[in-house]
């Protein structure tokens, strides 16, 4: 996801659930973490709107090894380098069920992490508060457009090494974890729009020039 269009814009140890209720604690640390993910990685070009591996389900997460491990590392250092808040496997040409965050929520605190096979959890009716904030994303480049979203997320996946792990999110922090689960399932979030506001999208982005590299299309 990019950032926010006026906002704010680590050994990877293995995420720590909190006592009892299977979140995670991705608060820690997380400039170290964040810095030595990317400092092992490589920065890719980013997959952008028409690539085909954007526009389908990605294929599971069923091997947590090394090629795991370096693929996250190269996630995180092209994360950084196009200046976003969370990334998904296949906006670096991946077909894998993977994504990372660095991302601040509301109060402004930082969440590091990643999360293998994620399915968002169906919010109580009384939780679905939405929050209609602009919304960007690195594969759609300069461009930005309100988009309703619950204000409050849950997902649960697997973390790097398999375990199974539950992340929860307000505000800006609930809008990525949405918004790269969804591009794991083929859908960007310039699909959630309606015609009109999508062409006005992909009109930004064919006026403007992305400030990191991109895959072309063919």
Known sequence: MAQQE?????DSGTSVAEPGDGFVVDTEDAEARELAYRERGTSRPITVVGNP???????DVTEFGDELAALIDDMFASQHTAEGVGLAANQIGVDRKVFIYDCPDDDGVRHVGVVCNPVLEELPPAERVLDDSNEGCLSVPTAYAALARPDYAVVR??????????????GYFARCLQHETDHLYGYLYIDR??????????RQMAENTP???VVPNA
């Open 211 to 213: 400030r990191y590299e």
């Open 193 to 202: 729009l309606s015609k009109r506001d999508r062409k006005d999208a992909l």
């Open 53 to 59: 591996v954007l526009h389908k389900e990605c294929q």
């Open 157 to 170: 996946g697997q973390d790097a090494q398999g375990n199974p792990i539950r992340v929860k999110g307000t």
């Open 6 to 10: 006026t906002d704010q814009r680590i």
